[in-house]
């Protein structure tokens, strides 16, 4: 890489940083849709049709802590999931628009297999879903500065009991939280709830589970009424070097406090709901 | 090396324009095809002996190799592998040569679904690339990085150019965006990213002129949805492709008469995008995103009907050049003296008057007694013949003291 923009005395890391950061490609006001593969109309056709529908009437969406979720720099938020995660994400990212006070557009992260659904994967591409590979995440968390929602539960092959609904699986995707270290952006820990109701994968239903164990799942979710709540971000520049891994007992630590938090806000508002439905 | 190509041409017209490059020698097994003024053409069979030897010879400091990705269809002039680069790297290693420039292709990177959206310099070769001249682009790049490796002293440059827009190019993707409807595959809309033909002899042309080792990516800003391509061109984006069973149903269509070219399929699935901003750190400037590139790809379809006929194509004549260079009946403005200086904009017979008579003091004097006669033979100017005389006196008399 050329020196070019060394001063004397300035850190090189620091000043190589910046350059990657001005360097970006300008906007480009003609295009409706990003590099990343976002496109806003179709965004926005969805947005007032269904997710519109989704979040005010049929789901009712109540939000907590919106402003927890910075207005300017990125951020990586991370969620628990239950069977459908597309809902979710879909309202999430309604929440942010609607109630935040700079609505910014947020970017899910998506396994690699979703870009090899014909159609579906494209219509969440052009919704702002994200291949979960760490350049991207790095690109968009630290030189972009955009929001990426990760729900880092581990998958499993065989789905969730409803009996064990709401309570997390072990976050095992620590690599995804070290993005964010790496990035040195904060972590927004989100508690979903009424995802587990509403999107009930049917194959967890005891005796359909026996039967098979292909993941079978409602069209349209069934409507529980949702409650977000954004959560403390979770700052992370303290940790390790900069621009370094921290070491690994340090990742683990944190993921599992991250854990805890949202199993423990969970409970809470499982405990103080009193209807499913309702609210 | 590669001069015959759309690449090496327009180089060494771009080239050809900065004083400060001495000698320019362009190389090639076919004729060139671009109209070169000072560019000293040699044509030879890829042989590194004797490449070395022009390179000693002229004692050039530079190898710009543009063959190793064609894109032209149909091939022509010299084709690049691993061996063959292996050979050229010995040549340059034996020549002394302190630069190498290659001009690669993102290719390199291949096309799937693990890719990142943004393919940066350091990312190697996700799997094995499935189609010969990707499988030569890796051996190729192999050869140039291990060549680097040994020799630390030396500044190795690897520009790797995305899918590149231009008149004069015939590539797999223009063919396919040349037709009255762009094909695709059923649910995938694959981003696409290009770069324009004048970025990229710029960006050869830089690093020509600047030290900047290692790998670049050349590429537009902005990366294009197919289906964005197609609006832009204002062509219907035809999604006739079955996602699962592809390769199959793309042959069948090839043998029913639909131009599908089967090495692109993959990239009709995934696409890709590159991460130009390493090149940008180099100091030099885009002049065109993808957007507008393909805008101008737009213009030229359309002129394209009306240019086909009746366009005097450039043919070259070795023994045409070699006269206009070096014989010494041809006259360039300064004399024979200057003429392996700065280009000129003609020959003598171009020049008015009062320019000649702005240029004559300047001239050597073997050079200005050779204008005498010249200008004494042919349009005999009393003014220019007056000068030139006055000159001569006032040399002599300073040269006798």
Redesign the interface.
Known sequence: ??D??RTDGSDPGVTAEL??RE????L?P??Q?T???R?ERVDRLVDSTLSHFLYHYWLRVEVEGVENVPSQTGALLVANRAGQVRVDAAMVGKALREEHRMPRPLHVAAP??L????????LA??LGA??E?P??LH?LLHDEGQLVLVFPEARQDRVKPLSSRYRLRSFDRLEIISLAIQARVPIVPVAVLGSEEATPALSSWGPLARLTPLRLGLRLPLPARFRLRFLQPVRTDRLGESGELPPWSELSELTQDLRALIQENLYEMVAARRSVWLG | MGVASVWGGRLAAQLEQDPALETIVGIDTSDPRHELERTEFVRTESDPSLIARIIRAAELDTIIDTTAVRDTQPDRGLRMDGTAMRELLAAAESAGVRKLVIKSSAEYYGSGRDAPAFFTEDMSAGEEPRSRAGRDLVEVEQAVADFAGHHPELVVTVLRCALPVGSALRTPHLSLLGLPAVPAILGFDPRWQFVHEDDVVGALAHAAAVDMAGAYNVAADGVLALSEVAGLLGKPLLPVLPPWGTLFAAARMRRLGLPVPLGLLRELRYGRGLDNRRLKTTGYTLRYTSREAILKLLAQQRLRPLLERGEDEYRFESEVEAFLRHSPSVELPGGPASRLGPPGAGGYSALQENELLAVIPSLETEAMQRLREHEAAGPARPAVLQEIDHQLELRDSFGSG
Do not use: F, Y
């Not at chain 1, 360097?23 to 300008?26: A, I, K, N």
């Not at chain 1, 870009?115 to 494209?122: I, K, T």
């Open positions: 890489m050329a070019s923009s350059t990657r360097h970006l490609p300008g480009e003609e295009r849709i590099d990343w593969g496109s690699p297999a870009s090899d659904v014909p159609g579906l994967g494209m591409t052009k994200v291949t590979h350049a991207n690109r």
